[in-house]
């Protein structure tokens, strides 16, 4: 599973956020990851300079082999925040829509 973290030009995307993130994606996505070709973070700033409680967005875009992506967003105050409440969704996501493709009738 391929892994790549973007993030716009009023967040600041250290490499040490990049690694934290790719550990923490690889963590909640490891029983999937053979199914998963990449994995793409996007992280912008969505209110500027307010830095309210919801300020930062998060996407999260899974591509399953052989299957359309699956994109997920959340939003927080800080990056880690909308990266862990996308991957929420993600995971959830994900459960739902491998588990019905696999359910046997």
């Known amino acids: 599973m391929d892994f790549q973290f973007n993030s716009d030009n009023r967040i600041d995307g250290t490499d040490a956020m990049a690694e934290q993130s790719e550990a923490r994606v690889r963590e909640r996505l490891a029983r999937f990851e053979y199914r998963l070709t990449r994995v793409e973070v996007h992280v912008r700033d969505i209110?500027?300079?307010?830095?309210?409680?919801?300020?930062?967005?998060?996407?999260?875009?899974?591509?399953?082999?052989?299957?359309?992506?699956?994109?997920?967003?959340?939003?927080?105050?800080?990056?880690?925040a909308a990266i862990n409440g996308a991957l929420k969704k993600l995971v959830m996501r994900l459960d739902s829509d491998f588990g019905k493709a696999d359910r046997v009738r």
């Open 47 to 80: 209110d500027g300079t307010t830095n309210g409680a919801e300020g930062v967005e998060a996407a999260i875009e899974a591509r399953p082999a052989g299957a359309q992506p699956v994109a997920v967003t959340d939003r927080g105050a800080k990056p880690e």
